[in-house]
């Protein structure tokens, strides 16, 4: 079995559907956290690729954190906070997309798909979005395939 179609340089189906991602999700207790819970107690299945770190604010995710992510076997990394304006800290949240904006430029200079590292916004009370947004970002590192960092 060839890792790529020959004719569109896609990764092979097979592949796409055997490959399970490894995703490291950075979630703010206030907001996301709770949106996963939300989404967990209300029982709508998800993908279970994503390992949870809880943090208090997404301000706090020191860009190094995503990189030893990435160093340490994660294909994907997800940050989710609070929507603009209910950041429990102000602006953490807005320094946090900041930064992943910064850190998406980084990753692709080092070859990493900026892809593999998504930021978005879920509420405490948005468990089927939480649901969407992991579903989503699974089926796009299954797309993209494993990561493998060259020393
Ligand atoms: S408290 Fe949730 S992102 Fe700052």
Known sequence: MSATCLLNNTPDADIVAE???????????????????KAGSSQTPYPPN???IKVMCTGRIDPQFVMKAFNEGADGVIVLACHPGDCHYKEGNLRAAQRHAMLI????????EGKRCRF????????????????????TVKQLGKLSLID
Request: aromatic letters at 12%.
């Open 120 to 139: 978005d916004y879920v509420s405490a009370g948005e468990g089927e979005k939480y649901v969407q947004v992991i579903t989503e970002m699974v089926a």
């Open 50 to 52: 994503v390992s949870i």
């Open 19 to 37: 490959f399970e991602p490894r995703i490291i999700g950075f979630l703010c207790n206030w907001c996301s956290y709770a949106g996963a819970d």
């Open 105 to 112: 430029r980084v990753l692709e200079q080092m070859g990493i």
